[in-house]
């Protein structure tokens, strides 16, 4: 689908005129022939593929420092419809996945909170309450290119210590005249059970300059929906467990004097649970941009970028809960420590409904002037308010985020397998005699209602002014800069407590009747998965009308409102930049080699406000055999602590052109990015849920330093043909201030603690003495039948009891880490053959990575590994076919699990996907085309310390495109 057009720029103009006026040949003949040079003086532009790769190779070229970068097709035609996944295909940038697609970028093994997404130059606030910007969220058919400045630069805006990611969009004086591009697409997932089967996506991008090129128009606008479903397993946490102490775990195990060998503690999973969680999301973006050539030298830009996204799901999930793991009969365990098999007695068994709506709103507004004062002299302005808020309440019944857990505790035991297949097996036994839960015993556990919403917001002014030399001197340019920076960041959490419970007593089965829950075959479900479909052991599961269950308990159970006013956080980051630069270009020969070098140095100064409520815990009751509360004061203050801190960022690139072909290059400079917003509020926070073995809690630190980061690149490219070149690159990255999490144990006055109290003691011994286990349940009821428990059930602390000891984590600067690596890159073009292939590879390393068999304290980097991307396309002129292929190996991907002990950790298995896109043009203005993406259907996999701790498995599916484009220029 290569297309060559020819068409006149200003350039070309200017350098037809230049041309004329040095003919001096004052007779008509001439004029003509002059004339006629003039029109032929043209620039070619190849679309497609191509000239896409065409393109991108040039800006890498020519920039100084190391930069990549992918271009449009052609107007209206990205690579790929997601910007992370077209991002994805540059040396060095890999992909974390949300929903079955790209949506935030690691860079040389620096996550996403380590990279800055700047919008035609200007910084972009994260998407929510966050630092990290979902790059799903915007389309790519307003987008000219994307850069990737992995390199320092002084004029770019500071945050993107692994690389700052430049979206470009469309200028309409950069390309002027009428120009129009509109698509029509049905997407089709295969994964899809409650939505559509083919959803639509259409967008349309116009371009026009008026005014004889000295005003111009640029409009885009995209809506896309797709309805999908996703298909998990998962284990919430695995908790260590000491082995061969006196009061161990493995006292009541038949299997440890066989074991004796080992040393250490064991793992055990703290649940098991399936889910089927069916979304509907619809994303519309808009972009205007207007520009106004005032006078030939001065340019005014306005424009304004809107972005909408909805995202509903409905959840049902089923599984076991295992408590304090009181129940535990026999068991076994690999070599690492990891429990493979246990016969345990569960203390209930779920099925859940989960609902959920999420709204994104992002608009950001700005205005440039660009004002060449004369030939030597250029100045510019230019601000922005942006935003970006995040809200999962947009339920409009709800507004809020809701669970409703029913299940049974009437249930003997259970068995836990992971030994083999790929996925864990969980099979029940329940005291009605049989392997499967009845409708009739299926009660109400507790119900919660969750609301976070969280919005960023970015205002920014910019003045640069640069001085051209026009004097026959080494220095070619002098560019200086200031700027001021307002980023605030704010969020909050109301939570309604758990509802209608928790536990199963009283009972309310009588509200539910029989008729209520469906039961529902497992066939289909995890079929990628070995073990997955009918082979799962618990190959059945209920559901619920989510509506009608609300509707009954909020009926029927004193207490339950959805409609809550409860515990309430509420958090926000200030963060003021002045900044300064300055940058200069030298251009010299060094032994007949010319030589470009680029240094700079930029200096900030940031003052951090954090102001938060904070919550005040008086007590934490036992209000379920497997659900503790944390009880906070109705007496709330805000608390408000400040920081500051200030860097100094040095740049140095050297370019050589070592032959017309080959091009060196040694970049040194600093780079930073700012700490995590949780680790900036400085408040103290504890768990509301401390169930045994999870009592943690948090206390941030505003006056946290930013990371800094000593780079170092080195390269060398080899340009031997159009669109063909080889490079290969050596990187490495010193980083200072890196934030360690220390834990220490911490007891609070007036928190007191249930577990190990006198009563409790005496629990244990009573039941030893009727030769029962003394497990959680058994030790919850006991209390309870011996009046111990208030009028609701809940069994609270007494003064005399101990105080509970709290895992708390608090933020400091305290490590030096290193990370270096390679990148190589081959893009070649077979001749006029239509062929060409890209393939390019990433290997890094450092002293940042995760120790599994170490229990000190580590702080690894989130996302680091070893990537690599492969295309393969034919292109002539109607028809362009494309392979592509990204790989990334397993990675840290976090500290915490969500029922784990404390600290440990969550990592990705390595992932690879597989797409396809054919091109076929009807005629000049008319594209058909069709896209596969996950044509192998590849799953995304999670895993604890080591690989054996089963985290979470996910299934999607394969989607398919197939769609029109229409284009027109004039």
Known sequence: MKQTKFFKTRLSVAISMLLGATTVAPVMAQEADTDAANDNVEIIEVSGIRGSLARSQDIKRDSAGVVDAISAEEMGKFPDTNLAESLQRITGVSVSRSNGEGSEITVRGFGPGFNLVTLNGRQMPGTGYTRSYDLANLSSEGVSTLEVHKTAKSYLPSGGLGATVNIMTTKPLNSPGFKYSASAKGIYDESNVKGDDVTPEFAAVISNTFLDDNFGVALSFSHQERDFQQQSAN????????????????????????????????????????????????????????????????????DYTATRVTVGSEYVGWGFWYGGFGGVSSFDYNENGTVTYMDVRADDGSFTANRATTDVEADSIGINLDWNVNEDFNVSFDYHDSSNGADNGADPGLGSTGQLIFGSNLVDRTTFDIREGDIPQIFGYWQNGGNEMLPSEIDHNFDQFIHSPGEATVEQFQLDVEWVNPYDFPLVSLKVGAAYTENFLEGSNTWSGLMGGPGFSPSYT????????????????LDEFSGGGN???????????????????????????????STRGDASILEETTSFYIASQWDFEVSEYLVQLNAGVRYEETDVTSRAL????????????????????????????????????????????????LVGRISWGKTMARPNLGDLVSILSVSGSPKPGARTGGQGNTSLLPFESTNLDISLEYYYGEASYASIGYFKKDVENFVATLQSEETFEGLNDIQNSARWNDAVSALEGMGMQANETNIYNYLVENGFANADGAIEPLPGDPQIVWTISKPQNLDEKSVDGFEIAVQHMFGETGFGAAVNATFVDGDVEFDPTSFAIQSPLNGLSDSANVQAFYEDDELSVKFTYAWRDSYYAGGGQGQGSAGEPTQTKEFGQLDLSINYDIDENLTVFFEGINLTNEVEENYGRFEEQFLSARQYGTRYVLGARYSFSD
Do not use: C
């Open 235 to 302: 284990i919430q946490g695995w908790k260590a467990q000491s082995l061969f102490s006196d009061n161990s775990f493995a006292s009541r195990s038949e299997e440890h004097a066989a074991r004796e060998d080992y040393v250490g503690s064991i793992f055990l999973p703290q649940d098991v649970n399936y889910g089927i969680n069916d979304v509907q999301r619809e994303r519309t973006n808009g972009q205007l941009t207007l520009q106004y050539a005032i006078t030939d030298d001065f340019i005014a830009t306005v």
């Open 510 to 525: 009588a509200l539910f009747p029989d008729n209520m829950f469906v039961r529902n075959s497992t066939a289909g479900f």
């Open 535 to 565: 082979d799962l052991a618990t190959n059945y599961y209920y559901t619920f009308d989510y509506d009608e269950a609300i509707s009954r308990a909020a009926a029927n159970i004193p207490g339950y409102d959805p409609d809550f006013v």
């Open 614 to 661: 904070q919550l005040i815990p008086l007590q934490v009751n036992w209000v379920a055999a497997t659900e503790w509360i944390t009880i906070f004061s109705d007496d709330q203050q805000y608390y408000v602590d400040q920081g500051e801190n200030d860097v100094f960022l040095p740049s140095l690139d050297l370019k050589v052109d070592i032959t017309d072909d």
